[in-house]
Structure formats: C-alpha cells, structure tokens
C-alpha cells in the first residue's frame, strides 16, 4: 500500500471527517479484517512519496477565529516566533577568503616569505607568494560550493501568500507568516508553511520539491502540507502552524547545516604536514644551536639557512598537485554523467566500502508494471482479457494520463481492439470512491461497465462478495506479502446489472535491468549496498529478493527504540550487518548513516529530495541521483546525470585510479622531503668543505691548489679557507626543484594504473615506510655524490678525475651536482613508489613520462649552463651531467629493490596486525558491553518505580467525562463484534 520511496500516508481521519462508505459496496465485506488490503493514495493506495508523513506530528495548533487573526496578534507572534524564513548564517566572503592562508603551512611559508623580504632576496620572495596564493585559492575554491545547501532549500519557498485577517483576504510575503495565520491554498499555489488542511474536499499536492517522486499525493481535512509542496488539485483553507526553522524544510535545513564536513583528504594532508613540520622544526631547532653555538656563526647566516631548510620540509606544491589531480579525474568523472561538486569526495568515494542507495528511482525503475494476475477461480477468461477490461475502466488520453492508467493500457497487446471500444461515461477517482468506473461501447453496439480500485472496495461490489471474500482476501494478502500493490477489476453487464469481480492485478515498482549487474559489480568492488526505502517492509524484501541484496530488512522500531547503552551497542551492531531498511523517515536515514560511520565505515549515500539532504550531507560521500532536487543536489558531494546505479560503480572505478595517483606523488613527495631535508642536517653537521678537501688531497702539510683545467701546481701552507665550514644551497634551488619537478609531476593526474578490487585507505603507516625508505635510498645516494664531488675539487686525483678522466671541479659545480642529483634521483622516486612490485611491470602514462624528460633536461641545461652564474666546467663539457644520470639510475634500481623488500615485509606485518587488532576490538566491544549492562541495570532498577506509575497514570481517566467517553467507546466496539459475529451464524459459516 505504499509507493515511492518513504512517504507514509497514514491519512489522519478522526470521527466524522472519516469519508461513508462508497455506494453500492457491502458493509459486511468492509467490516471485515482488511489490515493487508490496498486502501488509497492519489490514485488507488493508500500511501505515497519519501519520508513525509500526512499525519500531523503533534504540534499543537493555534486555535483561530473564522475571521482570522488581527494586525496586534499578528505582530506579537511574529515577534515570537519570527519570520517565516530559513536562518542562515551570513559569513563575510572576504573574511571566508583570508582564513584559507591562515594555518600551520600556510604560517611556515609566511614565516619564509617575511624572512626572504627582509634578506631583500625578491625572486625567492616572489616565488614563494605565488605558491601561497595558489594554494589559498584552490582551497577556497574547493570549500566554496559546501554552503549551497540552505541557499537552495531557501529557493524553494513560496514568495507571498493569500492570508485571511481581521475577516479579510490579502497577499502578504510569505515571510510573514504566524502559526494561527488561516491562508488559502489553491491549483498551482506553493504552500508558504506548515499547514493543517480545514474542512472541505481533499487536494492533491506535489511534493517533488520534497521527495523528488513525480507522483502527487492525497491530502484529506486534518491532514499536514508541508512548505514548498505544490498544490495540484483542488481548493481548501489551512491554518499554519509551523513556520521558519520548525517546519519540514526548517528542519531538514538546520540539520544540514549542523554537519561540520571535513573531508578525509583534508585530514590526512593535515596529519602528512604536520608529521613533516614536527621533523622539520626539530632539525632546524638542532641546527640552529649547533651554528651558533658550537660555530659561533652570524645569526642572520644562520636563519636563512634555517628558513631554506623548513621551505625544504613543507611540500607547499602538495595540495596544488594533489588538488589538481582531482580536477582532472573530475572532467573524466563528468563524462561519465557524474558531476563532482566537491574534489575530495572523489578521494572518499574511492575508499566507500558502504552504499545507501535509495530504493525507488535508483534500484528501481519508479515506474510502475503488471506481474503475474490473479483470477477468480472457475472464470473463463485469459490474464489478456482482464487487463483489457481493467484498460477499459482507464482514462484513455494522448497526454496527462495518469500514471496507474497509463502502465494498464500500455500493457494491453491488442492496441487496436482497445481503441475500437468508445467511452461513453467515465467516473474518474476519487478518495472516497476508491475506484474508477467506465460505461462502454463496444464494436457490435454493446454496453456494459467496467470498474477497477482497491481490492476490498471492488469486491464489497461484486453481487458474490461474501461467497468469494475468503478466496479473494487470501489472493489479496498473497500479494502484500509480496510487496505488491493490487488492483480488484470487476464488469457490470448492462442486462442483468450486476458486478462480478473478474480477478487481481498486481502492480510493481520493478528493478533497473542493470541493477542486479550493477550490485554484483559493487560487491566485486568491495562496496556493500543496503536499501533504504520508506515502503512497507514487503515491498522492501520482494525487491530485495530480486535484486539478491539479501532479506534482512529492518523496520524502524530498532532506529526509534529508546534503549540503554548495551542494547545500543547490540543494535548499532545489528544496523551494521543488515541488508537494508523500510518504511524510514528523513531522520531515520541521517541517523543510519551516523551509525554506519561510528562503526568505522566509509559511507555512501544516495538521495532524491529535500528531506534527503540532512543525510547526503551527513555521509561521507553523498550522491545525488538523477532527476534529483536542487537541495539535494546542493547537499550532495556528487550528481549523477543519468538514472540508476551503473553510474556510481564507473565513478568508483574512476575514483580508485585517481585515489592511487594521489598516494603516488605523497609517496614521492615524502621521499623527496626526507632526502632533502636529512641531506642539509647531515652535510651541515658532518661535513665541512674545506676540511674534506684539504683532507683528500694533503701530502704532508701541503694542500693540492688547481690553477688551470690541465694543469695542478703544489703549494705549501695554502689552508682553504676560501671554503664554507659547511655545506649549504641558496633557497633559489629548491624553488627550482619545486616548480620543475613538483610542477611537472602534475601530469600524475594522467598516470596508468590499475583500480584497486577493494576499497583505498591511505594506510599512512604504509606510506610512510614506503616513503622513507626511498627517501633514505636517496639520501644515501646524495650524501655519496656530495663527498665524491668535495673529493674532485681542485684535486686531479679526485675520484672523478682519476677514474672517468674528467678535469676537477670548483666548489661552486659540485653545488651544481647536488641540484642534478637532487632533482633527477627525486623524481624518478615517484616511479619507484607507483607499483608494489618492479618499476617495469606497468608501463607510466605518456604524459608523465613526458613530462620528467622534459623537467629533468631542463635541469640538466641548468646545470651545466647557468647554474649561480656557473656551470660545471668552463668547457661545457656534458661529461659530469652524463655521470649524475648514470649514478641516479644506478641508486634508482637500488630503491626499487628496497621498495619491494619493505612491501613484502610489510604484507606479513600487516596481516599479524589484522589479527591483532581484530582480537582486541572484540575484546574492547565485550568490555564495553559489559560496562553498559551493570548501567543499565542500576538505571532500570531506579526507573522501574518511575515507568509504572506514569503506566497507571496514563490508563486512568483524567475526569469522569473521559471515563464516559472510554465506557461508551467500549460498548460500541462490544456491539459491533456481536453484530460481526450474528451475520457469520446467519450466513452458515462457523463462528471460530
């Protein structure tokens, strides 16, 4: 009896407001047991849409005159409750803009920036500005759609509206509102605020800008429309009582603004730098008394030495990078109909290992089907010949038809016997008939009617009804097991004017032919999908069942059930492991979601509707489906532009390749960190210059002097003091190797991977080894060519001299070396870091390949040609540049081997872990568990007392007229139990 995804239409109708019932239908069938019959929606059922109830939820209304409320009552509950209106929170955009470089990297690079000024070193200076305007840009860019959601739903209200005051009509702004307020709702009218219906006929609403369903719902006197909800038919008054923040869309607006989002990606660049600053401020601490202290060096030598260290420690290109990588993916992602409006979703749709798709519209097709009818036994007639005749009760009509109409009609075979049957009197639906009703011609110039409704109805008009009731009941329940919504077709021949019910049509909202597939493509992912659907649990299962999702389907008593701890542990665990839930509302799914996440998962969720938006925002990847609201879509991280399932499992495909293209350039980005930044704290405290060059050549007391390329010439008592005590680089040349390598590695973003078949976590203690160990490769690599170099200068029996015959350097080229080799043995890291096995088993993308020939031959001109205003010979000689590549390539196999070593030690490590952690988190849930038990135990006994005396209290009556009231309600239900059990003696049926 429901249909949509969630809407109840437990349609409140108290007393007298209840409708007769409808003529011609015998009151013993109606008297009987129908809990599992079809009753009515907008059409035939009796519930509808997504989550919204039609009944009241218990706000107390404000009791208002025919003539309405005065100005002065008007202004003081304006003044009370306040305007009809959204609250939002208004946030200088200017200020929102400066928060981006306000932080712990952004204040490392100020420092630099501030330090590079006062040494009046502008082209440092101005390097690192741009690189903190881009990175405060993106960042704002990235965070800037996050606010949407209320702009959105604020969208969606009505502007004015038609208010009754002082005994007068009048339009008012709608933001003036007050709970009491009678207004005036009519065809094409947006209802301005919660609203309870007064007397009058029903109307039909659209809640689309709710639900995100197409089909309109059934709104009767004492029934609830909600703000933004459109009228479709009909006329009625309403009297407000909720406005602003307490209505529907206040409420689904406050709790979308409650969830602080911060993205998993923004966590973990948050804990990689400040992993890195720690490391970096403690070398620097060490190095800055070591110089001054132990060196006596001049303080403002020493804090810019300092200041290059900690630009070298802070990866400040890591969120352009990695930012840009996702914006690549995000174009691709687009082209596969799913438009991301937050980049670091992509990231956490990759490690989603839970979806929460909604039912109708996403697993199913939201367009409604025949399956396999029902027909009376003993009729001879074909299941072809009772869905002609219940076409024939259908409103026949080229456009606008009505959604139950169109599914029958289109599913009779024969269209052209259809279209030879003219109409000639049609009773359309109404809420009160429940059925609909046609008088026909056929071909040969017979009349006769034909009628089909809700199943209960149609029989209690059959001339048969108490014959057949049990056999057709038995049919009826049959299909609402099942989840099915039925249909009783019955036909009048004009002779003898008597109906005869003809059999059941059974309708269902059916499965996309790729869901199932789809499913199973999830689940070979590593992605568990569960159904959340606000229809009956019938309906959830049947659908459940088809699409092999498993049956265990939750109501909504565990979500609602106001427990203790330890029974909320159990159902936390219970909600964890189920297939799906049924007949859910708005907060229902927020809170499913909530749960799902503190139980350590990575959660998905799909939505439609305004009431859906508090829960996409809440999810950790919120996906809005096609077709879906504007506050929907505004809450959501992704929307997909195309109907279905299919398009989230290409996104989570697409997402895992970009996700590893991520944790790539981190790994290389560390490695390169820990090189560069280990490198400095070792060569400043372990190697002088000149005493590694005075050392490598003394004979005696004498120091070798070069004076010419081919020439050396020995004098005695010459000390090199021309040297630094320590080994250093200008900040110009990590500048160079950030915009060089960092800049060209973007094309990272076009890398050849593999998606991984399970969900991506970053495990950063893995990137973390990984990382460091080719950081330490490439740190011994450094350190080696550095002493190899000091070695050659001004030495002709320095190491490169004496074995590769090449003239010794200037202190200045070895310098010049240390930028190759940094450069070069850096970026090839990132090739050692994107396969767990061999370099060469997958080949990279032609783009990145590209892109780090071009880098490092730029480098290599750099070099050799302008290096501080020297290159590394006076000739021009490629000799030394050619050697540097030779010697990076020969230490790059060396960390691939490394990498593999630590991959594999890892793999035995991490599975010894996994059972470790295992054991203790069922240990830990015990303890919890037990914790919460003796709590609760204390509590119950304390509140046992309290539970049954407020038990007592709540069945005793408040007053003798109420004691009336009960006794006489009492009495009724007595006589018509006695008159129920009177027919069945009467009629020869056993009184069981």
Sequence with gaps: STHGDGVRAEFYRPGPRRPPPPPGVDKRVLAMDSSHLMSDDDHHFSTHGDGVPMKPRGESLLHTGEGGLTQAEARARLEHYGFNELPEKVVNPWLKFLSFFWGPMPIMIWIAIIVEAAREDWLDFGVLLFLQIVNGTIGWHEENNAGNAIAALKASLAPNANVKREGNWKFIPARELVPGDIINLKLGDVVPADSKLKEGAPLEVDQSALTGESLPVTAFPGDTVYSGSVVQRGELEAVVYATGKDTFFGKAASLVESVQHVGNFQRVLFKIMTSLMTISISIVIVILFYLIFARSQPFSKVIGLCIVLLVASIPIAMQVVCTTTMAVGSHRLAAKRAIVSRLSAIEELAGMDILCSDKTGTLTKNKLSLDQCWILPGLNITEDDLIFTAALAAKRMAEGQDAIDFCITQAVKDQDALAKFVEKDFVPFDPVRKRTEATVEGPDGSRFSTCKGAPQIVLGMAHNAVEISEVVEAAVNEYANRGFRSLGIARMDNADGKWNFLGIIPLFDPPRDDTRDTIERANNLGVEVKMITGDQTAIAVETSRRLGLGTNILGTSLLDEKVGEAQRLKNEEIIEHSDGFAEVFPEHKYFIVEVIQKRGHITGMTGDGV???????????????????????????????????????????????????????????????????????????????????????????????????????????????????????????????????????????????????????????????????????????????????????????????????????????????????????????????????????????????????????????????????????????????????????????????????????????????????????????????????????????ALRGHKITDAIKKALPKSFEDFQQRLGKIEEEVAMLRKWVSSYVKGGDKAE
């Design 611 to 941: 009431n859906d938006a508090p829960a996409l925002k809440k999810a950790d990847v919120g996906i809005a489906v096609e077709g879906a609201t504007d506050a929907a879509r505004a809450a959501a991280d992704i929307v997909l532009t195309a109907p279905g399932l299919s398009t989230i499992i290409d996104a989570i495909t697409r997402s895992r390749k970009i996700f590893q293209r991520m944790k790539n350039y981190c790994i290389y980005r560390i490695a390169a960190t820990v090189q560069i930044l280990l490198f400095f704290f070792i060569a400043i405290l372990a190697i002088a210059p000149r005493n590694v060059i005075c050392d490598s050549a003394l004979t005696g007391n004498d120091c070798i002097k070069k004076h010419s390329v081919n020439s050396c010439v020995v004098r005695e008592d010459l000390l090199r003091t021309d040297l630094p005590e320590f080994f250093d680089l200008p900040v110009i040349i990590l500048v160079l190797i950030t915009i060089l390598n960092d800049g060209t590695i973007v094309t990272i973003a076009y890398d050849k991977v593999i998606p991984s078949t399970k969900p991506e976590a970053w495990r950063l203690k893995v990137v973390g080894i990984i990382a460091g160990t080719l950081g330490v490769i490439g740190l011994l690599a450094s350190l080696l060519l550095l002493y190899l170099g000091l070695d050659s200068v001004d030495n002709c029996n320095g190491f490169f001299p004496k074995h590769f015959g090449l003239p010794p350097l200037k202190y200045e080229q070895v310098k010049a070396l240390i930028y190759l080799q940094l450069s070069l043995g850096g970026q090839l890291a990132v090739f050692a870091g994107r396969c767990r096995g061999f370099f060469f088993t997958r080949r990279p993308g032609y783009a990145m390949a590209t892109a780090f020939g071009s880098a490092q031959f730029i480098s290599t001109i750099l070099c050799i040609y302008w290096f501080l205003g020297s290159g590394i010979t006076g000739t021009h000689n490629w000799g030394y540049a050619m050697i540097v590549w030779l010697y990076s390539a020969v230490w790059f196999v060396i960390q691939d081997i490394s990498k593999l070593t630590a991959y594999r030690f890892l793999e035995r490590f991490e599975e010894e872990e996994a059972g470790a952690e295992e054991a203790k988190a069922k240990l830990n849930m015990r303890k919890r568990l037990s914790v919460a038990i003796a709590e609760d135990q204390r509590g119950s006994i």
